[in-house]
């Protein structure tokens, strides 16, 4: 008697949730929660006591995004949800035997949860441009309480030439800043050499915000990401013109490197040119050492030394930090998971990434090819930095997951769904 | 025997004994490897370091144990300078950790003592000839050395080099002796007094500089290895010779690294290379460290090239090896990923059980296992990528 009223009242939610005004609601209710939880990250979580903000924000989020996965009946049997849920289980034997840092197992897990709880959303929400338009929104508020909060550093003109001027680290450690903002110029500039309304041309403001914070991070890093995505971007617009696309590529980088000479930037410019002297012998002009990048090299050398004497299953979470006696990552993604979780975890990840970029591409929709982008930079940024357990590498996943899935070419919005089955039940 | 024929071969009853022999000769090439690689210069450092390491962990109550390196007297080389060498190690493992410092009587050979201070042991000297101080957390720091300072420094010592900044607790016994009160004001009226250092009873004058804070991990490293000592430029004797002092720890890479400089930047012959037997530890064979140290590295590098390149060599051989294994029994026996992923783990397991029970890293050299580092990659994936499209075409 009870389990029927129970059930009564299931189905009657579950109605009432699929009338068009609600599904709409829904939809947008669920995008603010996006766009406020992608604002909070790069605002809050590198901040002590801060991060409690975010924390409850990804709770609200996926209490909201769970119960309405489970009303409108999204596909809990995806196998690619759960391939990441493998990748855990593999690191657990190394860490267990050897590094012991549960925690880190656990903050792993929780980024895990973080990841399918947004793809729930994205699901839920259907709409790949509203998606990239919350993103924005939630990074364009970022961006403009970064201003705010860095005003004097930015109108002291001055400033901008000293090699200590690197703003962000209020907020948390200046590259992670930097990869939201590669992540909103990433998605805006697929939105605008593929848009399908005249609106979408305004992501170029968007770009060129986000393009202007992510350089006052110093961040070289960011700095490749945008390079190698200036090269892919635009390959997917006029790949069938080389010529065309050969000098759109070649303008891009020359223009660049000429912007690299003007005395803003002369910050960033000294930090590659450093880079280039140190490690390569390079003559650039400048003499000093680049201590940064030598120390990403010796830690990527001594890194991949202790991943190779510990090759079946590593030295478990953080095992180059606790075995190594430096209180640093190894500055490599890909040596940092074959010193931690062995040759199997680093190969696991890595043909998980590469089949989620294969399925995108099978997909054949717009925005899927924004994941082929993604994980192409995830490559290159194997060299230079550790990625896989970050937060904004999750936010990236869960849009690569989605992505993956979906072509927007192809499905309407549940709204829309829900208005033609009205239509087809009248006719 | 020709290619095409080799399928027709692995499909008769000499299937077993081909890929037993196949086999087999995995296990050599991979075998081979290992043994090889304990011939190179790299495995000989890594050795010598990991002898070192050992070193510094039975000492037990210390964590560090120190080199000290000098010119021979007859040679005309001399060391790097100290604040180029120490940027150089500072930078290279992070700001945490003690590993360099330019030293003169680093270890008491010569009876150095402050005429004014009553001390039981004799002094070190930290050489240093910069001393442009910066501020730092309502103190200052040394230019290079990250030794913090009670003041920016009394600078006016004209041509002479004749300076040193003393310890707070050398300050304290000045100060006791001077029968004044330690005040910040009486502590500034040290700097720019005249003192006397004695060195094997000859006396040198020297001017107060600056007073160094006895806090931080850089000023306890150097008090383990070295003893009291204070920070000066200027030789107080012309037979005194200027040290570079490297402190090794329990960290086996970075004690290979800075071993590996020691090696390749000082060459026997024109330098002293010695443990520090001031404060060390029981049970350090010395005199054994001694001899590694000051073994000639030019000899060992000559066959490094041809070696490494057999190595390369060798694990070509065994990704052919089990590609051939696996790509033509695939489709007839899936289960065969199994046994050749157990193969290919099989040497490295029974090297690093090995090396788990003897300890020695000859049968275990960095070398060896970076290359079979890469050959995992290439097989697994070669193995990964054939079993999907093996599956793929058995569901079609």
Same mark, same amino acid.
């Given at each position: 008697?009870?389990?029927?009223?129970?059930?009564?009242?299931?189905?009657?939610?579950?109605?009432?949730?699929?009338?068009?005004?609600?599904?709409?609601?829904?939809?947008?209710?669920?995008?603010?929660?996006?766009?406020?939880?992608?604002?909070?990250?790069?605002?809050?979580?590198?901040?002590?006591?801060?991060?409690?903000?975010?924390?409850?924000?990804?709770?609200?989020?996926?209490?909201?995004?769970?119960?309405?996965?489970?009303?409108?009946?999204?596909?809990?049997?995806?196998?690619?949800?759960?391939?990441?849920?493998?990748?855990?289980?593999?690191?657990?034997?190394?860490?267990?035997?050897?590094?012991?840092?549960?925690?880190?197992?656990?903050?792993?897990?929780?980024?895990?949860?973080?990841?399918?709880?947004?793809?729930?959303?994205?699901?839920?929400?259907?709409?790949?441009?509203?998606?990239?338009?919350?993103?924005?929104?939630?990074?364009?508020?970022?961006? +403009?309480?970064?201003?705010?909060?860095?005003?004097?550093?930015?109108?002291?003109?001055?400033?901008?030439?000293?090699?200590?001027?690197?703003?962000?680290?209020?907020?948390?450690?200046?590259?992670?800043?930097?990869?939201?903002?590669?992540?909103?110029?990433?998605?805006?500039?697929?939105?605008?050499?593929?848009?399908?309304?005249?609106?979408?041309?305004?992501?170029?403001?968007?770009?060129?915000?986000?393009?202007?914070?992510?350089?006052?991070?110093?961040?070289?890093?960011?700095?490749?990401?945008?390079?190698?995505?200036?090269?892919?971007?635009?390959?997917?617009?006029?790949?069938?013109?080389?010529?065309?696309?050969?000098?759109?590529?070649?303008?891009?980088?020359? +223009?660049?490197?000429?912007?690299?000479?003007?005395?803003?930037?002369?910050?960033?410019?000294?930090?590659?040119?450093?880079?280039?002297?140190?490690?390569?012998?390079?003559?650039?002009?400048?003499?000093?050492?680049?201590?940064?990048?030598?120390?990403?090299?010796?830690?990527?050398?001594?890194?991949?030394?202790?991943?190779?004497?510990?090759?079946?299953?590593?030295?478990?979470?953080?095992?180059?930090?606790?075995?190594?006696?430096?209180?640093?990552?190894?500055?490599?993604?890909?040596?940092?998971?074959?010193?931690?979780?062995?040759?199997?975890?680093?190969?696991?990840?890595?043909?998980?990434?590469?089949?989620?970029?294969?399925?995108?591409?099978?997909?054949?929709?717009?925005?899927?090819?924004?994941?082929?982008?993604?994980?192409?930079?995830?490559?290159?940024?194997?060299?230079?930095?550790?990625?896989?357990?970050?937060?904004?590498?999750?936010?990236?996943?869960?849009?690569?997951?989605?992505?993956?899935?979906?072509?927007?070419?192809?499905?309407?919005?549940?709204?829309?769904?829900?208005?033609?089955?009205?239509?087809?039940?009248?006719? | 025997?020709?290619?095409?024929?080799?399928?027709?071969?692995?499909?008769?009853?000499?299937?077993?004994?081909?890929?037993?022999?196949?086999?087999?000769?995995?296990?050599?090439?991979?075998?081979?490897?290992?043994?090889?690689?304990?011939?190179?210069?790299?495995?000989?450092?890594?050795?010598?370091?990991?002898?070192?390491?050992?070193?510094?962990?039975?000492?037990?109550?210390?964590?560090?144990?120190?080199?000290?390196?000098?010119?021979?007297?007859?040679?005309?080389?001399?060391?790097?300078?100290?604040?180029?060498?120490?940027?150089?190690?500072?930078?290279?493992?992070?700001?945490?950790?003690?590993?360099?410092?330019?030293?003169?009587?680093?270890?008491?050979?010569?009876?150095?003592?402050?005429?004014?201070?009553?001390?039981?042991?004799?002094?070190?000297?930290?050489?240093?000839?910069?001393?442009?101080?910066?501020?730092?957390?309502?103190?200052?720091?040394?230019?290079?050395?990250?030794?913090?300072?009670?003041?920016?420094?009394?600078?006016?010592?004209?041509?002479?080099?004749?300076?040193?900044?003393?310890?707070?607790?050398?300050?304290?016994?000045?100060?006791?002796?001077?029968?004044?009160?330690?005040?910040?004001?009486?502590?500034?009226?040290?700097?720019?007094?005249?003192?006397?250092?004695?060195?094997?009873?000859?006396?040198?004058?020297?001017?107060?500089?600056?007073?160094?804070?006895?806090?931080?991990?850089?000023?306890?490293?150097?008090?383990?290895?070295?003893?009291?000592?204070?920070?000066?430029?200027?030789?107080?004797?012309?037979?005194?010779?200027?040290?570079?002092?490297?402190?090794?720890?329990?960290?086996?890479?970075?004690?290979?690294?800075?071993?590996?400089?020691?090696?390749?930047?000082?060459?026997?012959?024109?330098?002293?290379?010695?443990?520090?037997?001031?404060?060390?530890?029981?049970?350090?064979?010395?005199?054994?460290?001694?001899?590694?140290?000051?073994?000639?590295?030019?000899?060992?590098?000559?066959?490094?090239?041809?070696?490494?390149?057999?190595?390369?060599?060798?694990?070509?051989?065994?990704?052919?090896?089990?590609?051939?294994?696996?790509?033509?029994?695939?489709?007839?026996?899936?289960?065969?990923?199994?046994?050749?992923?157990?193969?290919?783990?099989?040497?490295?397991?029974?090297?690093?059980?090995?090396?788990?029970?003897?300890?020695?890293?000859?049968?275990?050299?960095?070398?060896?296992?970076?290359?079979?580092?890469?050959?995992?990659?290439?097989?697994?994936?070669?193995?990964?990528?054939?079993?999907?499209?093996?599956?793929?075409?058995?569901?079609?």
């Amino acid at each position: 008697m009870l389990s029927a009223t129970i059930k009564n009242k299931y189905n009657d939610l579950k109605v009432f949730l699929n009338r068009p005004k609600i599904l709409k609601m829904v939809s947008y209710l669920l995008l603010f929660l996006v766009a406020l939880y992608i604002f909070a990250l790069p605002s809050f979580s590198g901040r002590v006591g801060y991060n409690y903000i975010v924390y409850a924000l990804m709770i609200i989020l996926g209490v909201f995004s769970v119960f309405l996965a489970i009303i409108y009946g999204v596909d809990f049997k995806n196998k690619k949800l759960y391939w990441f849920l493998i990748f855990i289980l593999i690191c657990i034997p190394s860490t267990v035997i050897f590094s012991k840092n549960y925690r880190g197992l656990l903050t792993l897990s929780l980024l895990y949860l973080s990841m399918v709880i947004l793809y729930f959303a994205f699901t839920i929400i259907k709409s790949e441009r509203k998606i990239i338009a919350a993103i924005t929104i939630g990074l364009l508020c970022f961006s +403009l309480y970064f201003l705010l909060h860095y005003r004097n550093q930015l109108l002291n003109f001055s400033s901008y030439s000293s090699s200590s001027f690197r703003l962000g680290a209020d907020f948390d450690n200046e590259n992670t800043i930097a990869m939201y903002m590669y992540l909103g110029i990433a998605a805006n500039l697929f939105a605008v050499l593929f848009p399908k309304k005249k609106i979408e041309f305004a992501y170029i403001f968007s770009i060129i915000i986000f393009g202007l914070i992510g350089l006052t991070t110093g961040s070289k890093k960011f700095i490749i990401c945008l390079v190698v995505s200036t090269i892919v971007i635009p390959y997917f617009k006029i790949r069938r013109k080389k010529w065309i696309y050969s000098v759109v590529v070649l303008s891009v980088l020359a +223009l660049a490197i000429a912007a690299l000479f003007l005395p803003p930037l002369s910050m960033i410019r000294e930090r590659f040119a450093m880079m280039f002297t140190t490690l390569f012998g390079v003559n650039t002009g400048e003499t000093r050492i680049d201590y940064s990048s030598f120390q990403r090299y010796l830690f990527i050398r001594y890194g991949f030394y202790l991943a190779s004497k510990n090759l079946i299953i590593g030295l478990g979470y953080d095992g180059f930090m606790a075995y190594s006696g430096i209180e640093a990552y190894s500055h490599s993604n890909f040596v940092e998971l074959i010193c931690d979780f062995g040759i199997f975890g680093c190969i696991y990840y890595y043909w998980m990434l590469l089949s989620l970029a294969k399925k995108a591409k099978k997909t054949g929709g717009t925005f899927s090819k924004l994941s082929i982008v993604f994980v192409i930079v995830f490559f290159v940024n194997s060299l230079t930095y550790v990625f896989f357990a970050t937060k904004e590498t999750f936010v990236i996943l869960s849009l690569i997951l989605f992505f993956a899935d979906i072509n927007e070419d192809m499905v309407e919005s549940p709204v829309m769904q829900e208005l033609y089955r009205m239509v087809e039940i009248n006719i | 025997m020709k290619i095409a024929s080799l399928p027709l071969l692995l499909k008769n009853k000499n299937k077993l004994l081909v890929r037993f022999i196949l086999a087999v000769l995995y296990i050599l090439s991979s075998c081979s490897i290992f043994l090889l690689s304990s011939k190179t210069s790299g495995t000989w450092i890594e050795y010598c370091a990991n002898e070192i390491t050992n070193a510094v962990i039975n000492q037990k109550d210390r964590d560090y144990l120190s080199v000290l390196i000098e010119p021979n007297k007859n040679s005309e080389k001399r060391l790097e300078s100290p604040s180029n060498e120490f940027f150089l190690t500072y930078g290279a493992f992070g700001e945490a950790n003690a590993f360099y410092a330019g030293v003169m009587n680093g270890d008491k050979k010569y009876d150095a003592r402050i005429n004014e201070i009553r001390t039981n042991e004799s002094i070190s000297f930290l050489y240093a000839y910069n001393f442009y101080n910066y501020e730092y957390k309502g103190h200052y720091i040394h230019e290079f050395y990250p030794i913090e300072l009670k003041f920016r420094g009394y600078h006016d010592y004209g041509k002479s080099y004749y300076f040193c900044y003393i310890s707070e607790t050398q300050a304290n016994s000045l100060l006791s002796e001077m029968s004044l009160e330690q005040t910040e004001e009486n502590y500034q009226k040290l700097l720019g007094k005249k003192i006397n250092i004695t060195v094997d009873h000859t006396s040198f004058e020297y001017t107060i500089g600056n007073i160094y804070l006895e806090q931080n991990y850089y000023y306890e490293t150097l008090k383990n290895n070295i003893g009291t000592f204070v920070i000066s430029g200027g030789k107080p004797l012309n037979e005194i010779s200027a040290q570079a002092c490297y402190f090794m720890s329990e960290q086996v890479y970075k004690n290979k690294y800075f071993f590996d400089r020691i090696l390749k930047e000082y060459s026997s012959n024109d330098f002293n290379k010695k443990v520090n037997t001031y404060n060390l530890g029981e049970n350090v064979d010395y005199l054994s460290l001694n001899n590694k140290l000051n073994v000639d590295i030019d000899s060992l590098t000559k066959s490094d090239a041809l070696i490494i390149s057999m190595d390369v060599l060798l694990a070509l051989v065994c990704v052919l090896i089990t590609t051939f294994l696996f790509l033509f029994d695939l489709a007839d026996n899936p289960y065969i990923l199994i046994g050749t992923g157990s193969l290919v783990l099989l040497p490295y397991l029974v090297f690093y059980c090995l090396y788990s029970i003897l300890k020695n890293v000859l049968f275990f050299s960095g070398t060896a296992c970076i290359i079979h580092a890469f050959l995992f990659l290439i097989i697994f994936s070669e193995m990964i990528v054939y079993a999907i499209r093996n599956h793929k075409k058995q569901i079609q």
